[in-house]
């Protein structure tokens, strides 16, 4: 999507509540449910074998017949049922995520670049011209692809490094979208 009229009219509010006197949009978009909830199924590399296992050892617990509750024992094979939703969660991380980008816009302005995102509690992040150093552009056959604005370094909880990459996922015409960034940071030079 591109253009503030192409997004739902409570998006619109949304980005027109965040403008400051004189912003004016140059673009604004959506990422693509499809695209966005991709990076989800990686995810299944874990949850698959973790669900699996999981519900193997209540199999396992349960003597792999199904239990009489009228036995105080055969409860045991309840204490794996957290790990199973832990699994199923994992699972259904890329059907949220599909969520999510339908809560998430996009903008750039003549003053800064705005990603939006949440429905009960809304996140506003911009990205001011000066901000943006230089950014990754990752293009796709259709077009589609991620404009990443700021790479951030950080030190997780075990002490090795992370990086964690902010910007415009999932977006169609990465490259024009990226062009606006390069005019909007010559102009505020």
């Known amino acids: 999507m591109t253009g503030i009229s192409a997004l739902p009219p ?18 604004a978009g959506q990422p693509r449910p499809g695209r966005f909830m991709m990076k989800g199924f990686a995810l299944w590399l874990f949850f698959v074998p973790w669900t699996a296992f999981a519900l193997y050892w209540m199999g396992g617990a349960a003597g792999f017949r199904m239990p009489d509750f009228r036995n105080g024992w055969d409860l045991f094979p309840l204490f794996g049922l957290p790990f199973v939703l832990i699994g199923l969660g994992g699972l259904s991380s890329p059907f949220w995520l599909r969520r999510k980008a339908r809560s998430m816009v996009y903008a750039i302005t003549n003053e ?78």
């Open 10 to 27: 409570q998006l619109q509010q949304r980005l027109m509540a965040e403008l400051r006197p004189g912003e004016m949009i140059a673009w």
């Open 112 to 189: 800064r670049a705005i990603a939006i995102e949440g429905s009960r509690s809304i996140t506003v992040v911009s990205y001011r011209p000066e901000d943006i150093v230089s950014f990754e552009r990752t293009e796709h056959q259709d077009g589609s692809g991620d404009l990443i604005l700021v790479s951030e370094n950080y030190k997780d909880s075990d002490g090795d490094r992370q990086t964690r990459k902010r910007g415009f996922l999932a977006i169609d015409n990465v490259r024009k979208v990226a062009r606006l960034i390069e005019v909007l940071q010559a102009a505020n030079r």
